[in-house]
């Protein structure tokens, strides 16, 4: 069978290039799923360029007409549903039933933004004289850049496109090199839809390249990027120079806090999938547990067991709870990290390669007890499966060590007291609180972003917020 190609798409032309990479299977380094064609700067150039000719159009085009196309782009991902699970699954890694979760939430993503196309408007508002009224617009912005990463290939593209083409905007697309057969899939589900050529253009190519052109390019008037705490750094120093509008989505050091009081049931399992569910590696993973003194051991006892148990293997098989690792960078990463933690704690469960079948970048759930606060695994994204457990006497002393962190993007309590979640919700400093729930697990009507070293903070993500960054206000007064 032939095997996928992944090129640039500007106009909606593919754009092949002589700079070729394989893609694998992660949990099957054997497979190779098809093949990437890495752009240079020249491309990205002509990507913006066309992004700007088709921009003017697609912003004057009736907000309900790009709603159905939002909508008919739903509908094209919806029709290939299961097709796009597998491909996912087998791109990066997460287990099948992960990866449905993540295309029914994409195609809900287009639906979401295309019904808010109907309503997107601004407000009036009384005037000082009698005789005038005032009212806003909000305008697209223009050409936007927008930066994902590999770990959801297929949502968090989903939920910045969707927005920006609600908005009125062109987009210009760049996902990460690692995952460029779901990119693909995407952009071309949006030409199905109907999108006009160049209001969508990708361009696949590594970020040190392709995507500091984006963000140094005159023509680009805001670009959004989830990734790493070190990339958004260096993004940020650059858009500085010339005040681009900036949305920042980064790290995460996420602490899920078990109080005396909790469902102790509860707490094993929402500490086993929010720390080992895909395979650590979303940003909103659990990667630090604190328990309070009392049920510690009790708790601590029961989570290895569970941990212990969980299968280990490809995603696509079936009973299997912890897929692989992505890449072979995040597995020496990962690797090194319990290296780390066997120096600094006491290891628990796991603490290395697991064995399976297939040759791919398997690690067992790995958890390490007494853990310091000043410990680097207590501290740095480990972005894999791997926990780091503290104990804690009082409620209070929890909140200092979840604020310890750098990061501020998900906090969690299991608590069967009302007061405790009322402390914990205004004191811990995260953008996402959740209570009695694991932490991953965001809905997409509700704004999202986080505090600290885990965003720069200026605009939500998903939600009616996501159409702040995407759009500009204006405000128009009359005098009649
Ligand atoms: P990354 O290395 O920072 O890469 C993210 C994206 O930025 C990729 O498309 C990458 O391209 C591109 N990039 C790299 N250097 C760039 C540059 N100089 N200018 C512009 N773009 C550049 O992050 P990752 O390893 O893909 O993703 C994992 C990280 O994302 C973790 O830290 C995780 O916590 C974070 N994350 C955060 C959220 C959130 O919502 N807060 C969600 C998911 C993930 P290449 O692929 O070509 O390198």
Redesign the pocket.
């Known amino acids: 069978m032939m095997q996928p190609v992944a090129s640039s798409l500007i106009d909606g032309v593919e754009r092949r290039s002589s700079a070729v990479r394989e893609v694998r299977d992660p949990g099957d380094r054997d497979t190779v799923l098809g093949q990437v064609c890495l752009a240079d700067v020249e491309t990205a150039k002509e990507a913006i360029d066309s992004a700007e000719k088709a921009a003017q159009a697609w912003g004057a085009t009736p907000a309900p007409r790009r709603g159905r196309v939002l909508f008919e782009a739903a509908q094209q991902l919806d029709a290939r549903k299961a097709d796009l699970a597998r491909l996912l699954t087998r791109e990066e890694g997460k287990t099948l039933n992960e990866s449905v979760f993540e295309v029914d939430r994409s195609i809900n993503l287009f639906r979401f933004y295309g019904a808010l196309c109907f309503k997107l408007g601004g407000k009036t508002l009384p005037s000082n004289d009698p005789n005038s009224y005032i009212y806003t617009v909000r305008e697209p912005l223009g050409v936007v850049g927008v930066?994902?990463?590999?770990?959801?290939p297929l949502s968090?593209p989903a939920w910045k496109i969707a927005p920006a083409l609600a908005a009125g905007d062109a987009v210009v697309f760049?996902?990460?090199?690692?995952t460029p057969l779901m990119a693909k899939e995407l952009v071309y589900a949006l030409l199905a839809a109907g999108l006009p050529k160049g209001v969508l253009n990708m361009v696949l190519?590594?970020?040190?390249v392709v995507?500091?052109t984006?963000?140094a390019s005159a023509k680009v008037r805001a670009v959004s990027?989830?990734?790493?705490?070190?990339?958004?750094r260096?993004?940020n120093t650059q858009a500085g120079q010339r005040m681009l509008r900036l949305q920042l989505?980064?790290?995460?050091k996420n602490a899920l806090v078990v109080m005396d009081d909790a469902d102790i049931d509860l707490a094993v399992e929402l500490a086993a999938k929010g720390a080992f569910g895909l395979t650590g590696q979303?940003?909103?993973a659990a990667s630090r547990l604190l328990v309070q003194q009392g049920i510690a051991s009790d708790l601590l006892r029961k989570l290895v067991l569970r941990s212990s148990g969980m299968v280990v293997g490809h995603g696509l098989e079936t009973g299997v709870e912890v897929g692989p690792l992505s890449s072979e960078d995040q597995f020496y990463k990962v690797r090194r990290y319990i290296e780390i933690g066997k120096e600094e704690a006491d290891l628990v469960a796991g603490g290395g390669v697991a064995r399976t079948p297939k040759k791919g970048f398997y690690v067992s759930p790995t958890i390490f007890t007494d853990v310091a606060p000043e410990d680097r695994i207590f501290q740095e994204?480990i972005?894999g499966p791997v926990l780091s457990v503290t104990t804690f006497r009082d409620l209070g002393d929890a909140i200092n060590l979840v604020n310890s962190a750098s990061y501020g993007?998900t906090a969690g309590i299991v608590t069967r007291s009302h007061a405790n979640v009322a402390t914990f919700a205004s004191k811990a400093d995260a953008g996402v609180i959740r209570v009695n729930k694991p932490l991953p697990g965001l809905e997409l009507q509700v704004p999202?972003g986080?505090f600290k070293d885990?965003?720069n903070d200026q605009y939500k993500?998903m939600g009616e917020e996501a159409l702040d960054f995407y759009t500009r206000t204006k405000a128009v007064y009359v005098g009649y």
């Open positions: 930066v994902t990463p590999w770990n959801f968090i760049k996902p990460a090199s690692q190519g590594l970020g040190s995507g500091d984006l963000v990027f989830t990734g790493s705490s070190e990339t958004g260096h993004i989505e980064l790290g995460g979303a940003c909103t994204e972005f993007l999202y986080g885990s965003g993500e």
